[in-house]
């Protein structure tokens, strides 16, 4: 019986140390940075991803409180994240940057971070699992469009011509300042208001209109489509319109 004992306790410990081995595996494997800390914030362990990352090896970061080594613009006030979980026991996704405490010339990081409690069976808070995604390539194809948006504004607000967008069914989304030195309206007044057909000469509207919905319909790039349309006054306006169609991942 007391053989039988030892054996079990002996198994359990073989399992219980293999599942410990594959979850460091996990961690190290992990491309982004988990750091697990205990309820006083100490750090516990950091995978090699997060090590790298804040250039520390990970027996040097362990014991060491948190914001030791890195930091939100929140930590050391009420307002820290890693307190809410601490008093609310909930998982959390904050936005954000941080700062390597060790190596300040390497400035701050974007990182779209989760951090998640592991609780007691008392409901007490035993871990909190910090989940870093490095938000970097993110942030930087946002800023670069927002600088293309910027550019493009700048060009079609300058242009001669009127520049526009319609949606699939017609309906104006954008407009250019253009349009007012061409016909009359404000943008505000078109976008959102009116469709392409609209702006028409009664005289031709039906038959623009089955052009430029052919064309639609084909996805095709159409150049120099000359119509009539009509002046906030009432007068005609000849144009020339040229479009091309924006397609969605679905076609």
Not at 21 to 49: F, H, M, P, W
Not at 89 to 107: A, S, V
Not at 187 to 216: G, M
């Amino acid at each position: 019986m007391l053989k039988s004992t030892i054996l079990e306790e002996h198994t359990y410990q073989k399992k219980e140390d293999i599942a410990y081995k594959g979850l460091n595996q996990l961690l190290d494997a992990t491309v982004d940075g988990i750091c697990i800390l205990d309820n006083e914030y100490r750090i516990v362990r950091i995978n090699k991803s997060l090590s790298k990352l804040l250039k520390i090896d990970e027996i040097e970061a362990i014991g060491k409180k948190c914001y030791e080594l890195f930091s939100t613009p929140l930590c050391h006030t009420n307002s820290c994240p890693l307190y809410k979980i601490i008093q609310g026991k909930k998982c959390i996704e904050i936005d954000g940057e941080i700062e390597k405490k060790q190596r300040k010339n390497d400035g701050k990081i974007p990182f779209i971070i989760t951090a998640t409690p592991l609780k007691k069976h008392n409901d007490h808070i035993r871990h909190i699992i910090i989940y870093f995604k490095n938000n970097s390539v993110r942030k930087k194809i946002a800023e670069n469009l927002k600088m293309s948006q910027e550019r493009f504004q700048q060009v079609a607000e300058n242009a001669l011509e009127w520049i526009w967008e319609t949606d699939a069914d017609g309906l104006y989304i954008y407009s250019s300042p253009g349009v007012e030195k061409i016909l009359g309206y404000k943008p505000r007044e078109i976008v959102n208001q009116k469709y392409f057909f609209d702006l028409l000469h009664p005289d031709v509207r039906d038959e623009v209109k089955k052009i430029a919905f052919d064309v639609f319909s084909k996805k095709e790039v159409f150049r120099e489509l000359i119509n009539v349309n009509v002046h906030k006054n009432g007068q005609n306006v000849w144009l020339s319109t040229s479009g091309v169609p924006l397609l969605n991942k679905d076609g």
